[in-house]
């Protein structure tokens, strides 16, 4: 029986972009795509399974959000937002955590397709391994080809509707913010290499720093959590301000900083990135870039529900907001 991929594979598109043409989606599809998508179809003999479509589209109440890492503050905040839409909805939801497995973000969704879950919603960052981006939106294809809706908050490269935080223009924002404060030694906690969000906010922040003409500063990879952050700052050296490239390791750093009786900010000024509201009343108060995060597992969910034209990317910037962890180095 000739399948949706096959016709995918003959016409050299995406399953999402042979599915919207073949499956009676609103969204709009670029003329010559559609052309080729029809032609591959007639073709190969393709037939749409009409039924299949209406009960996959109908049946059920439940969506599905998977997450990287349920104890991250930063997924609950999204979680939360996505939840609240899906309540106002009547709709109940399923949670998934992956622990940051990219294969295991794939098996998710592969079951929530089985489980004809009427929407899914992604929430974290991309790896930098096309061959894992490249099943994951192939798995992705075949649930909307089955009549599912998806969004995903994070990078554009899964072809579906995504909220995607500008990474590095907030990151260069805060690298300018505290450069501005005179300072020209700086460390960056930057997560593991392969993580897109983790990559892109240390582009933005060096990028900056290198427009400004300061030092290169010193890049320390590590895990994206607390653990990371704890034990990459006891290497940031004669660094002066150190930029944790996510909320959760900066804690780690100032943890780390105080049981070595290292002062914030009078010997160190330290910032991190995505202002978790949990973190608001840590002491000292943590300079970070605010993003609007349950406000962006709202709008994610809700594009996932509506049914709109053509793939929706809406960027969401992040504000700098300067604290009491960072301050002026002296002339």
Do not use: W
């Amino acid at each position: 029986m000739v399948t949706l991929e096959d016709v995918a594979r003959q016409a050299g598109v995406s399953l999402a972009t042979a599915s919207r043409v073949l499956n009676g989606s609103t969204r709009q599809v670029g003329a010559s795509l559609r052309a080729r998508v029809e032609q591959a179809a007639a073709e190969l003999g393709y037939r749409t399974n009409f039924a299949a479509q209406t009960l996959a589209r109908g049946a059920s109440k439940v969506i599905g959000i998977v997450v990287h890492d349920l104890t991250d503050p930063y997924f609950a905040a999204l979680a939360d937002g996505a939840m609240r839409v899906a309540a106002a909805e009547g709709l109940l939801v399923m949670v998934g955590t992956t622990h940051r497995d990219p294969e295991q973000e794939i098996a998710y969704v592969a079951s929530l397709n089985a489980q004809r879950v009427r929407a899914v919603l992604l929430a974290g960052s991309r790896v930098d391994d096309p061959h894992v981006t490249r099943r994951l939106r192939e798995e992705l294809g075949r649930y909307l080809a089955s009549g599912g809706r998806v969004a995903c908050v994070g990078q554009d490269l899964l072809d579906v509707d995504t909220v995607a935080p500008a990474n590095r223009a907030g990151a260069a924002d805060l690298a300018r913010s505290l450069a501005a404060l005179g300072h020209t030694r700086f460390a960056v906690l930057a997560g593991p290499p392969g993580l897109l969000t983790a990559a892109d906010r240390c582009a933005g922040f060096t990028g900056a720093l290198a427009e400004l003409g300061l030092p290169e500063p010193l890049v320390l990879h590590g895990p994206f959590d607390r653990d990371g952050g704890y034990r990459a700052a006891a290497m940031t050296g004669e660094a002066t301000c150190v930029f944790a490239v996510n909320d959760v390791m900066a804690v780690g750093a100032l943890a780390s900083y105080r049981d070595r009786g290292i002062r914030v900010p009078q010997d160190v000024s330290v910032a991190g990135f995505d202002d978790i509201t949990t973190l608001r009343d840590h002491v000292p108060a943590l300079t970070t870039v605010r993003l609007p995060l349950a406000d962006m597992g709202a709008r994610a969910l809700t594009m996932a529900l509506d049914v709109g034209e053509g793939v929706r990317v809406e960027q969401v910037s992040g504000e700098v907001v300067m604290r009491e962890s960072v301050r002026a180095v002296e002339a």
